[in-house]
C-alpha cells in the first residue's frame, strides 16, 4: 500500500490550540518562611511571590488554592465522600466527624500585591483575589501573603498523627497560586482528586522543635545547622542547636512543594549513578525496616531503568518519605505507607517515582487528563516492576486489560475524557485513568509498532518536559514519529465507551487457498494483525491496517513473514483475507496474538481450521 500522511481541519485545529498552550507557561517564584507549633498543630507563615503573566493577555484576577480548608465538616470533599455511591475507606465520613481541634484550615490573613493591601474573597478552598491594577501581558507582579492554618487529622494524603504514626504529613499546605494557560483559569474546589500547578522556584524555610527531622521537595541548604543524615560532624551540631531548628529547602523548576516531619525518622541516602540522590526517612520499626533498607538498591536500578526508557530525570535529589495515607507523588518527593514487604514497598515507590516523570516534569493538566498521569506512570511502572523482578521476562500489562474488560463487561465503564472530580463513581475513576490510561499507552505501540512507539515516548517528553503537555500534544507526537494518522484512536478510545471486539466469522478452504471472514463486532474500529501458524511450524502474519490510518506498521524485527493486505474500510463490518496457502496447511489463525488489543471478547479471535465447524456454531 503506498503511504502518506493527511492531517484532518479537525486535528489541526485541535493541535493548533495545544501548540498555542505549549508555547508560553506562567511562572511563580515562592519564598516561603512557616513556623509549625508541634503542641497545637498550628502554623503561621509568609510568602512572598513573583509571578510572571508569560500569557498574552492582561489579568483581572488571580486564584489560589486553599487545599487544608477542605478537611472541615461541611466542605466540598466531605459532601462529595458521604453522596458518591462509592466512598474512598480513607476519608468516608471521617472529615464529617472531625472535632474543632482536629479540623484543617488555611486562611490568608493579608495579601499585597506591588505593596498595595487587596480584598480577599475565600471560598472555601479558593481564594479569590480581584486586582486594583491588571497584571499586563509580558509583565511580573510581587504578593506578599501572610497566612495562618492548622494541620487536620491525617485524612487523605495529608495532616497529622497517620496510622503508622508520623507526626506530619505537609501536602497542599500553603497558598498555591492556581493555574493560568491557553485555557483560561483552573480554579477547581478540592474534593481529594488531582493538581494543577505553576512552574516556578521554592525556596522555603521551615521552623520547628529542634528534635524533628524533615525531609522536603529540594534540596537542603543548611546541612552543616542540622546533622541527622546531612552534617559533616553531626555530634557537634546536635549539641549547638537551640530549642527550635529551621530547615532551608530550595527547588527549581517545579510547581508544588511537599515536607513531612517527624521525631523518629531514620534518614539514609544512596547515589544513583549519573542521576539523583535518593533519600529515604523511615521509621526504624522492626516490622519493617529489612524492607525499607533492601529497597534501596532496588530503588537506585529503578531510576536508572526510567530514565532510560522514559527520558533523564533532571533534578539533583528525591526523597522517598513515609508518611500520608498510601502513596503519593510530589516534586523531588512521595509520601508512602512504610509498612509494607519488600515486594509492595518497591511497587509503591516505584509508581510514585514515575510520577516524577508525567506528573512531575511534563505536568499534564491531570483533572482534565487524569489518565495521562496516571495511566502513563502506570504503564512505566510495571514496565519498571516487571524489570526488577522478572528480569529477562516479557513485560505484561495483562492486570491493566483484565480490569478495563471487567468494568466494560459490568456496564460501568466512564470516557477517559471525563474530568478527574466529575466520575460517577470511584470506581470509574480508578479504573480509567489508571488501567485503561496504561491500556492506552500499551495498545498504541500494538497500532503503530515498539520502534514508533518508543521512539516516539521518549521524543514526547524530551520535547514537552515543563511545557503541561495534552492529548492532542501526545497523539502528534506520535503522529510525527510513526507516519500515521491516529486521531481516530483518541476519538474513539479516548473520547468514548465504544468497544473493540473482533471474531473470525468464518473459514473457506480451497486447495491452494483459504478465505478467512473477519467481523467488526465492536464499535470501536482497530487494525489488525492476523497471525496464521502452518503445519510445518512457519508462522505468517497478515497486516491489515484502517484506511483512516493512511499507514500501517512496520514489521519491528517479526521472526515470520510480515504480510500486508489491502486496508480496512473503518466503516465495513466485514473483511475477506485470502491466505495464499489450502485449510489443510494451516495450523491455527489468531487475530492479535500479542493480546495487546483491548477485545472484550478473545473466545473468539482464534480458530482451528478442523474445528472450525463447532467454532463458528459457538461463536455465533
Known amino acids: 500500500m503506498k503511504k502518506f500522511f493527511l492531517t484532518t481541519t479537525a486535528l489541526f485545529i485541535a493541535a493548533a490550540i495545544s501548540a498555542q498552550s505549549a508555547s508560553w507557561q506562567q511562572r511563580a517564584e515562592y519564598k516561603m518562611d512557616v513556623e509549625l507549633n508541634d503542641v497545637n498543630h498550628q502554623y503561621k507563615g509568609k510568602q512572598t511571590l513573583t509571578y510572571y503573566n508569560n500569557s498574552p493577555e492582561s489579568l483581572n484576577k488571580v486564584f489560589f488554592h486553599l487545599y487544608f480548608n477542605a478537611f472541615q465538616p461541611g466542605s466540598a470533599m466531605d459532601v462529595r465522600s458521604r453522596t458518591i455511591v462509592d466512598p474512598d475507606g480513607r476519608v468516608g465520613d471521617r472529615i464529617f466527624n472531625l472535632k474543632p481541634e482536629e479540623y484543617g484550615y488555611l486562611h490568608v490573613k493579608s495579601l499585597k500585591i506591588d505593596g498595595r493591601t487587596l480584598k480577599t474573597l475565600e471560598s472555601e478552598t479558593i481564594l479569590e483575589v480581584t486586582l486594583d491594577k491588571p497584571i499586563a501581558a509580558g509583565t511580573k507582579a510581587v504578593f506578599e501573603l501572610e497566612f ?49 500547578g505553576v512552574w516556578g522556584d521554592f525556596d522555603v524555610n521551615i521552623t520547628m522543635a529542634k528534635n524533628y527531622i524533615i525531609a522536603a521537595t529540594g534540596v537542603l541548604q543548611n546541612p552543616n545547622e542540622i546533622g ?41 541516602k544512596i547515589q544513583v549513578p549519573d542521576g539523583p540522590m535518593l533519600h529515604f526517612f523511615y521509621q526504624k520499626n522492626t516490622d519493617y525496616v529489612q524492607s525499607w533498607k533492601d529497597a534501596q538498591p532496588l530503588m537506585t536500578k529503578a531510576f536508572d531503568f526510567l530514565s532510560k526508557n522514559f527520558g533523564k530525570y533532571p533534578y539533583p535529589v528525591y526523597s522517598i518519605i513515609q508518611g500520608g495515607d498510601g502513596g503519593m507523588e510530589y516534586p523531588m518527593a512521595t509520601l508512602v505507607t512504610g509498612n509494607r514487604k519488600l515486594p509492595s514497598l518497591v511497587g509503591v515507590s516505584v509508581h510514585e517515582a514515575a510520577h516524577s516523570w508525567y506528573q512531575g516534569v511534563l505536568a499534564t493538566n491531570e483533572s482534565l487528563y487524569a489518565w495521562m498521569d496516571e495511566g502513563f506512570t502506570s504503564f512505566a511502572s510495571q514496565e519498571t516492576m516487571d524489570y526488577l523482578f522478572r528480569s529477562g521476562m516479557p513485560t505484561g500489562h495483562e492486570p491493566a486489560y483484565n480490569s478495563y474488560i471487567d468494568i466494560v463487561k459490568e456496564g460501568k465503564e466512564e470516557s477517559l475524557d471525563t474530568h478527574a472530580d466529575h466520575f460517577e463513581t470511584n470506581y470509574a475513576y480508578g479504573t480509567a485513568v489508571y ?59 479516548v473520547n468514548t465507551t465504544k468497544t473493540i471486539d473482533y471474531s473470525i466469522a468464518g473459514v473457506m478452504g480451497e486447495q491452494k487457498q483459504t478465505k478467512v471472514v473477519i467481523e467488526r463486532k465492536g464499535l470501536m474500529p482497530m487494525p489488525l494483525d492476523v497471525e496464521v501458524k502452518y503445519k510445518d511450524g512457519t508462522f505468517e502474519t497478515f497486516v491489515i491496517a484502517l484506511d483512516i490510518m493512511r499507514g500501517e506498521k512496520p514489521a519491528d524485527g517479526y521472526n515470520g513473514k510480515w504480510t500486508i493486505m489491502p486496508d480496512w474500510k473503518w466503516v465495513e463490518p466485514v473483511y475477506e483475507l485470502m491466505i495464499p496457502k489450502g485449510i489443510t496447511d494451516i495450523e491455527s489463525i489468531t487475530i492479535d496474538s500479542s493480546g495487546l488489543m483491548a477485545d472484550i471478547n478473545r473466545k473468539n479471535n482464534t480458530i482451528v481450521p478442523a474445528n472450525a465447524v463447532q467454532f463458528i456454531i459457538d461463536n455465533r
Open 148 to 196: 495562618e492554618g492548622q494541620v487536620p487529622l491525617q485524612i487523605r494524603r495529608s495532616g497529622r498523627d497517620n496510622n503508622e504514626g508520623i507526626d506530619y504529613s505537609m501536602s497542599q499546605w500553603y497558598p498555591k497560586m492556581c493555574e493560568y494557560d491557553a485555557h483560561g483559569w483552573h480554579a477547581n474546589p478540592y474534593i481529594g482528586r488531582e493538581f494543577y
Open 228 to 268: 541527622y543524615g546531612y552534617a559533616d560532624d553531626e555530634t557537634k551540631v546536635k549539641k549547638s542547636a537551640g530549642e527550635k531548628l529551621t530547615w532551608r529547602f530550595k527547588a527549581q523548576n517545579v510547581h508544588d512543594f511537599v515536607w513531612a516531619a517527624d521525631p523518629d525518622y531514620a534518614h539514609d
Open 435 to 493: 488501567s485503561k490510561g496504561e491500556v492506552y499507552l500499551a495498545q498504541l505501540e500494538y497500532i503503530i509498532g515498539p520502534y514508533h512507539f518508543r521512539t516516539a515516548l521518549l521524543n514526547y517528553f524530551n520535547t514537552f518536559k515543563f511545557k503541561h503537555p495534552d492529548n492532542y500534544d501526545f497523539i502528534r507526537t506520535m503522529e510525527k514519529q510513526s507516519g500515521m494518522e491516529l486521531d481516530w484512536y483518541n476519538e474513539y478510545f
